[in-house]
């Protein structure tokens, strides 16, 4: 039901794709990238980037992935993850930034981490750290998942590095650059937000806070009282009736409805609990041209159940 040539600015929402090279240095950022999206999709990317993938006996995602969801769960962040094979890290993301999402949901906004020579910090192992875990400790063949490049050679050089951001600005997407994360402290960053501690909010207080101020207007002077509200209403009459506005294009609220419960219920489904006894056919059908492909189109549309 959702249907992206329905989008309207109205209903706009940063919908992230967050480029991973390894989520033990980026703890930080992944949970900040998590507060930003709102409630718009956010994808966790990800590269294996090396061999050919003719040369590899296996895919090497696949063993990968549960980790990667074991991270989502560890991290407490409502994200998808998605990860890809490619020779090189900009060809991978060429793959990720198009088939990221399902539909209309598609990522708009791709974050990068910062291009620099700091030694990666391991968040799951520091002792200070609100991310540390053994979780992913002696789960791996060289004894721990995710494993730490060092001071080592990068997979990225600066050359491709800026080739990948322009690549993205020539895809139209929004893009962000994030730098010192791993300084970022969320509990001091809450310790000093100045808001009220009433959380009782709501509205049933709002209306009982209307009625009090209705009440005390006509206390302190009953006829300007009745003279701003027919003033006001008169005011929205008038401009309901001959604005613009009422023939401009405000777009379709249920499609905004409709993304927030396809997300939800897309985030509570775990590739982890699949049973074969509820096993179904989930097709992708390569099409060359669509015109001589229609017959196809249909019957596998048919038989997917």
């Not at 009220?196 to 009090?212: D, R």
């Not at 006001?232 to 249920?254: K, M, N, Q, T, Y």
């Amino acid at each position: 039901m959702l249907d992206s040539r329905k989008d309207h600015v109205k209903f706009w929402r940063p919908q992230m794709l967050l480029m991973v090279s390894n989520p033990r240095s980026s703890c930080p950022l992944i949970v900040f990238v998590n507060d930003m999206k709102k409630s718009g999709l956010y994808v966790i990317g990800h590269v294996k980037a090396g061999k050919d993938f003719s040369e590899l006996l296996a895919d090497p995602t696949q063993d990968e992935y549960t980790h990667w969801l074991s991270l989502v769960d560890h991290l407490k962040v409502k994200a998808f993850v998605e990860l890809t094979v490619a020779e090189t890290v900009r060809s991978g993301l060429h793959h990720l930034v198009r088939i990221s999402g399902m539909g209309a949901m598609k990522p708009n906004t791709i974050v990068f981490g910062f291009y620099d020579g700091d030694i990666p910090q391991d968040f799951f192992l520091s002792p200070s750290s609100p991310y540390a875990t053994a979780r992913f400790q002696g789960e791996g063949t060289e004894g721990e998942v995710f494993s730490l490049r060092g001071g080592g050679e990068k997979s990225v050089s600066p050359q491709e590095y800026v080739h990948m951001m322009s690549d993205v600005l020539r895809m139209k997407r929004n893009l962000c650059l994030c730098r010192h994360f791993s300084a970022l402290d969320k509990q001091a960053i809450k310790s000093n937000v100045y808001r009220p501690s009433f959380k009782y909010f709501s509205w049933h207080t709002a209306l009982i806070g209307l009625v009090g101020t209705l009440i005390m207007m006509f206390v302190i002077n009953p006829i300007y009282s009745l003279c701003s509200i027919v003033l006001c209403v008169l005011l929205i009459l008038l401009l309901h009736v001959f604005s613009p506005a009422r023939s401009a294009e405000w777009g379709s609220i249920s499609q905004a409805l409709i993304f927030h419960q396809v997300r939800k219920y897309l985030l509570m489904l775990d590739s982890r609990k699949d049973h074969v006894k509820f096993w179904r056919p989930q097709m992708l059908l390569m099409v060359s041209n669509p015109r001589s492909s229609c017959p196809l189109i249909v019957f596998v549309n048919d038989m997917k159940k």
